[in-house]
């Protein structure tokens, strides 16, 4: 999945920390090599401040960004590199969004970068009954939960499902 764009690239059991040695005597080295760091090169522009007070933070094992990055981009899985931001049939199409508090129960939600726009992993009531949606083309809006779950419920290709390679999107 994805965790090039946040930063150094882990596996499912060596996702960076920026908590730990030897992110934490300079965190910033568990971002830097991230292909959005050349951008952002902050590590607050990676963590919303709701998401660093969550009672679960701590537990997870992705703690490098707030931000989960819609699968569709690797093809759920399928294919093992990346697809090209121009391979997306809109730049509407939803490319990060902040999940909600998955709850000490699921913190699989957070083994990586990147989720499906379901129930489980999709965006999250972090600032009330909406969250933080990323498009491809770059606009961010805020959206209700329930209007995302509604989108996702959907079939064929759509707004949360794009992947490239598929005809209806999953």
């Known amino acids: 999945m994805p965790d090039w764009l946040f930063g150094a690239?882990?596996?499912q059991n060596n996702i960076p920390d920026p908590t730990k040695a030897p992110y934490d005597a300079n965190p910033t080295t568990a971002y830097t090599n991230g292909l959005w760091w050349a951008y952002l090169k902050s590590m607050n522009s990676y963590i919303c401040p709701a998401d660093r007070r969550n009672a679960n933070f701590s537990l997870r094992k992705n703690k490098l960004s707030s931000y989960k990055t819609d699968a569709a981009v690797c093809s759920y899985q399928r294919v093992k590199q990346g697809m090209k931001v121009s391979a997306a049939w809109s730049p509407l199409c939803y490319l990060l969004w902040e999940p909600g508090d998955p709850g000490a129960a699921n913190m699989m939600v957070w083994w990586d970068a990147s989720s499906y726009p379901n129930v489980g992993e999709g965006l999250g009531g972090v600032h009330g009954p909406g969250g933080i949606i990323s498009a491809v083309g770059g606009n961010v809006l805020y959206?209700?939960?329930?209007?995302f779950q509604?989108?996702?419920n959907e079939t064929g290709k759509n707004l949360?499902?794009?992947a490239p390679d598929s005809a209806n999107g999953r």
Not at 143 to 147: P, S
């Open 9 to 11: 690239v882990g596996s």
């Open 143 to 147: 959206m209700k939960t329930n209007d």
């Open 150 to 152: 509604r989108v996702s």
């Open 160 to 162: 949360v499902w794009w």
